[in-house]
């Protein structure tokens, strides 16, 4: 009886060791999948940051977004002289040169504490105006995609601060609606102020407006 017993005892111990290598092997799957899932769902996030910029400068630029009180948050380290931020909440995807990365980040700190608008342009000027950020890079070169047709999908932006469009000979048109057409041609914006640019369409392109 007692060697009965004994047996029936080390079964059920088998039996409960079994189950829980199983219960522990399936954990540990589960684990690896959903590690596995964030790790394609961040790269995924970081491919499409990248998705603005020309192929030959991808592999090498920085991804990077804000936390919540606008300190930055580093997804990809990279090595060349530009960076992007992940699609942000209203559906842009930009990317710029990093000389121009302490205005973002300060923008960003000014933007988490509720500044918006004109306000938050003046602070900024301001800052620019006391040598706590660099001013605008005449010829610098952003690029920016949105996610639907109802904007300009695809498009180049060159920073002109203070230049004017006779200056410069460049047209002053909107070309909004032939960009929406996939036809856009370049046009300046706010010619004469710290915030001049020319906007620069990209058509026929996977990205661009059809």
Same mark, same amino acid.
């Given at each position: 009886?007692?060697?009965? #017993?004994?047996?029936l005892q080390d079964g059920s111990w088998e039996i409960a060791m079994k189950r829980i290598k199983h219960t522990a092997a399936l954990i540990t799957a589960g684990l690896l999948c959903a ?5 394609? +769902? ?11 910029? &020309? %192929?030959?400068?991808?592999?090498? !630029?920085? @991804? ?6 606008? =300190?930055? @948050?580093?997804? #990809? ?5 530009? $960076? ?5 909440? $209203?559906?842009? +995807? ?7 990365? *302490?205005?973002?980040?300060?923008? *960003? ?5 509720? %500044? ?18 660099? &001013?605008?890079?005449?010829? *610098?070169?952003? /690029? ?12 180049? @932006? @060159?920073?002109?601060?203070? *230049? +004017?469009? $006779?200056?410069?000979? %460049? &047209? +002053?048109?909107?070309?909004?609606? =032939? ?6 041609? &370049? ?8 915030? !001049?640019?020319? %906007? ?5 392109? $996977? /990205?661009? =407006?059809?």
């Open positions: 009886m007692l060697n009965n #017993k004994t047996a590690t596995g899932a964030v790790a394609q +769902t961040e790269q995924a996030t970081i491919d499409k940051a990248l998705s603005p910029l &020309p %192929m030959d400068l991808r592999a090498d !630029a920085t @991804v990077y977004t804000y936390d919540d009180e606008g =300190n930055r @948050v580093t997804l #990809k380290v990279g090595s060349n002289h530009v $960076e992007c931020q992940p699609t942000d909440e $209203e559906g842009f +995807t930009r990317c710029g040169p990093v000389s121009q990365r *302490a205005r973002r980040d300060l923008q *960003a700190k000014l933007s988490a504490q509720g %500044m918006e608008g004109d306000e938050l342009q003046m602070a900024l000027q301001r800052a620019e105006d006391a040598g706590d950020i660099p &001013p605008r890079q005449f010829g *610098a070169l952003s /690029y920016r995609r949105f996610d639907t047709a109802d904007r300009i999908q695809y498009l180049f @932006v @060159v920073s002109l601060p203070n *230049a +004017t469009a $006779e200056q410069l000979g %460049m &047209p +002053t048109g909107s070309q909004r609606d =032939n960009s929406l057409a996939g036809q856009g041609t &370049p046009w300046m914006m706010r010619s004469g102020t710290s915030g !001049a640019h020319l %906007m620069i369409p990209v058509n026929g392109t $996977e /990205y661009s =407006n059809q």
